[in-house]
């Protein structure tokens, strides 16, 4: 089956360019490292702690929990991602 083509126009010349989509890969899966495991955990902590406390006081729901309470979840969570 060939590639799909999305037209550009370019509104300052009226030339039409195609772009070619690339098709998602079909090679092996690799497997995560220990090592590349433990910096995506470190991550996907930062941006959790960073950000889910305004997300949570914004919604609402659970303002009744304290910041670090939410923190110390997050870092329960991580934990058990890691294990499985």
């Known amino acids: 089956?060939?590639?799909k083509k999305h037209t550009l126009s370019n509104d300052?010349?009226?030339e039409v360019a195609t772009k070619k989509v690339k098709k998602a890969s079909t090679a092996t899966p690799v497997k995560w490292t220990p090592e590349e495991e433990a910096?995506?955990?470190e991550l996907a902590e930062g941006i959790l702690k960073?950000?889910?406390w305004d997300a949570?006081?914004?919604d609402g729901r659970l303002v009744h929990r304290k910041a670090n309470g939410i923190y110390?979840?997050?870092g329960?969570?991580?934990k058990k991602m890691i294990k499985s």
């Open 1 to 3: 089956m060939p590639t």
């Open 12 to 14: 300052s010349d009226d």
């Open 39 to 41: 910096i995506f955990a």
């Open 50 to 52: 960073k950000h889910l």
């Open 56 to 58: 949570v006081k914004a």
């Open 72 to 74: 110390m979840r997050i």
């Open 76 to 78: 329960t969570m991580v």
